[in-house]
């Protein structure tokens, strides 16, 4: 398991700070959701898996930190570079979502909520019990997950390389195809 006890330096602070990048995290969400500019929702969404990152390094869950940080938030720059290569020349232009896709969003998102607020209640009311008491967890740090990932899951990991590079080229010839529509005059939808 990866997460484990936390770092007892931080122990007088750390239930704030993590409680101040939860709530970043929550607020950037809603900025990402609540946005109607591509450029706006980018950098909402680059504070949220930021929060997120540091969430993870506060439950010393450090592999999981450092790949949030690397591939997500890394990626949310090359997010914002294809979302402004997609959109039209303005990188400031309005999304707008049909009403039905928005209430349908609201509604997935409203139960989802209530269903995370519902197995909160019941964790905090000691509603879920680990299978065995008392059983340890083990943990694997970063330099054994890294031994595991270039040995014995190797293959996996390697798909997974070539499934993101087939994405990005994916990415890149669509938003060619979409600049060289626009340099003909054409529309798309």
Same mark, same amino acid.
């Given at each position: @398991? ?7 330096? !931080?122990?007088?602070? &750390? ?11 929550? %607020? ?5 959701? %609540? ?5 706006? @929702? &980018? #950098? ?29 938030v890394g990626g949310t720059l090359i997010l914002i570079i294809f979302g402004v290569m997609l959109t039209s020349k303005n990188p400031f232009i309005r999304l707008t979502v049909p009403l039905g896709q928005r209430i349908a969003g609201w509604g997935i998102g409203g139960l989802l909520a209530l269903l995370m607020i ?7 009311? +000691? +509603? ?10 083990? /943990?694997?740090? #970063?330099? =054994? ?9 190797? %293959?996996?990991?390697?798909?997974? +390389?070539? !499934? ?14 979409? /600049?060289?529509? %626009? &340099?003909?005059?054409? =529309?798309?939808?």
């Amino acid at each position: @398991m990866l997460l484990a006890q936390q770092p007892p330096t !931080l122990d007088p602070v &750390a239930p704030w700070l993590f409680y101040l990048f939860a709530g970043v995290a929550v %607020l950037g969400a809603l900025g990402v959701v %609540l946005s109607q500019q591509i450029v706006r @929702m &980018a #950098v909402f969404l680059l504070f949220t898996l930021g929060s997120v990152a540091m969430l993870y390094f506060f439950l010393a869950a450090e592999f999981l930190a450092a790949i949030q940080l690397i591939v997500y938030v890394g990626g949310t720059l090359i997010l914002i570079i294809f979302g402004v290569m997609l959109t039209s020349k303005n990188p400031f232009i309005r999304l707008t979502v049909p009403l039905g896709q928005r209430i349908a969003g609201w509604g997935i998102g409203g139960l989802l909520a209530l269903l995370m607020i519902f197995l909160g209640v019941v964790e905090l009311a +000691g +509603g879920f019990q680990p299978s065995t008491p008392g059983a340890s967890v083990e /943990h694997y740090g #970063v330099a =054994e997950l890294g031994q595991n990932l270039l040995s014995k899951y190797a %293959l996996p990991f390697e798909l997974a +390389g070539v !499934l993101l590079l087939v994405v990005m080229i994916g990415a890149a010839y669509i938003a060619k195809g979409r /600049h060289s529509d %626009l &340099a003909k005059g054409e =529309e798309t939808p």
